[in-house]
């Protein structure tokens, strides 16, 4: 079945640093990829998404690039700011059938100290 | 505002006493989920339903019910909560069926603010 893997976290960072959270992905067929992002007490919000192979999702200074020969989407960010501690999750969606189903990874905690 | 509203936000309650999550969405979405979220286990679908009357189990149903009466309303059902339901619940809505081709693929899922479940 389908499945996707993300990096342990909490992943911990200082204000200005380089963040990568990776994430890989098993389906088959041509899925959509997805970054959620959750803030505390409140629920997931997309972050970003890419529907096909070399898309590049981008929003807030996120980014995350389709690659379908890796079956990777990692989320780069060039600057975090403390604002961007949350917890992130990796995404995927695929036509099964009659329906399109969304399969999360597990989730990855961020946190950004001044 | 286009939002998904879910009550209540916290609910504590006992073994076998039934009860309801209810989950409405004002954007008149044809596709709406529940999921549960636990750590280390990150969002699991319980159900979901793609149209009014139209339900289908997703990957953790044991235990749950749920109805489509209304396009909007979707409410979560369960009949005798046990410990192991105890967790944090999320409604969700999406526009487009996957009949609509690879455009229904990339619609965003819109979530509510999610309502933490504990049974005793």
């Known amino acids: 079945g389908d499945s996707v893997t993300q990096m342990e976290g909490p992943v911990t960072l200082s204000e200005e640093a380089f963040l990568t959270i990776n994430c890989t992905y098993t389906?088959?067929?041509?899925?959509?990829l997805f970054w959620y992002v959750q803030y505390p007490g409140e629920g997931l919000q997309l972050l970003l998404k890419?529907?096909?192979?070399?898309d590049k999702g981008s929003n807030k200074g996120f980014e995350a690039t389709y690659r379908k020969e890796t079956t990777s989407f990692h989320l780069e960010k060039g600057s975090v700011q403390v604002s961007d501690s949350a917890v992130y999750f990796c995404?995927?969606?695929?036509?099964?059938?009659?329906?399109?189903?969304?399969?999360f990874g597990t989730g990855t905690r961020l946190q950004v100290t001044l | 505002e286009a939002q998904v509203t879910q009550n209540p936000r916290y609910l504590i309650t006992v073994t076998g006493k039934k009860l309801t999550v209810t989950c409405s969405q004002n954007?008149?979405?044809?596709?709406m989920s529940w999921y549960r979220q636990d750590p280390g286990l990150g969002l699991r679908q319980i159900y979901y339903?793609?149209?009014?009357?139209?339900?289908d189990k997703g990957d953790v149903p044991e235990g749950y019910k749920v109805s489509r009466k209304e396009k909007r309303n979707f409410p979560l059902i369960l009949e005798s909560p046990s410990p192991n339901q105890t967790s944090l619940y999320f409604c969700?809505?999406?526009?487009?069926?996957?009949?609509?081709?690879?455009?229904?693929?990339?619609?965003?899922?819109?979530f509510g603010q999610g309502t933490r479940l504990t049974v005793v």
């Open positions: 339903s793609m149209n009014v009357e139209v339900t």
């Open positions: 954007m008149n979405h044809e596709y």
């Open positions: 389906a088959t067929g041509y899925p959509s």
């Open positions: 890419a529907t096909k192979a070399d």
């Open positions: 995404a995927l969606k695929r036509k099964t059938g009659t329906a399109s189903k969304l399969t």
């Open positions: 969700a809505s999406s526009g487009g069926r996957s009949t609509a081709g690879q455009g229904a693929l990339g619609t965003e899922a819109f």
